[in-house]
């Protein structure tokens, strides 16, 4: 039977994923992330989303805040874990249950019913295509890709180990997006 490590004692091995996700818990910083491994944001590099991308972030908020409260929901940028991956997601918009919410350090994909990520030139390929196959693995429902760079929102659903299964856009700005149930909206895109 093994027994537990003691305090300095390195015999016992260390699970690299939990320790990777246990560092960026405690790193300073507003939005630190791990993608693919690689750790972004935190001290010494900036990650703060600018005013014209919280903005677009914004604009999804407030269209579907009235809905989102009728389900039970809350919307937040918490943090998302991707277990048996060295993947820790803070999404820009996330639509999740309140009651999983309460008390949750972090939530997994399939745990949410609305993921919205808001490209940056920064992050712009990593938005497009390592987080929409992530959040497709990992059961997102609702994937809502607003690409500022190419001015196009694209809504991914049916999740799938593969990727996503449907693939609605992408539209230009101005054009209306109808998010599926449990939503049953059309998003306005012409302010994003």
């Not at 699970?15 to 010494?44: C, F, N, T, W």
């Not at 918009?93 to 949750?104: D, H, N, R």
């Not at 760079?149 to 609605?168: A, C, I």
């Amino acid at each position: 039977m093994a027994t537990a490590a003691e305090p300095g004692d390195y015999t016992q091995g260390v699970d690299p994923e939990l320790a990777l996700k246990y560092a960026i818990q405690h790193m300073q910083g507003d939005r630190v992330e791990v993608v693919e491994g690689v750790i972004q944001g935190g001290s010494g590099e900036v990650m703060t989303p600018t005013w014209d991308h919280e903005r677009a972030a914004e604009q999804i908020r407030y269209q579907i805040l009235s809905r989102v409260r009728e389900l039970g929901c809350i919307t937040g940028s918490g943090n998302l874990d991707l277990p048996r991956s060295p993947n820790w997601y803070v999404p820009d918009l996330a639509v999740v249950p309140e009651e999983l919410a309460s008390g949750a350090d972090a939530l997994v994909p399939d745990q949410t019913l609305l993921i919205v990520e808001v490209t940056s030139e920064s992050n712009a390929e990593t938005d497009r295509v390592v987080k929409r196959k992530r959040y497709a693995e990992y059961g997102a429902p609702l994937y809502l890709l607003v690409d500022r760079l190419d001015k196009t929102v694209t809504l991914f659903s049916g999740p799938g180990r593969l990727g996503y299964t449907e693939v609605d856009g992408p539209h230009a700005f101005g054009t209306p997006v109808r998010l599926p149930e449990p939503f049953g909206i059309e998003l306005d895109t012409s302010a994003l």
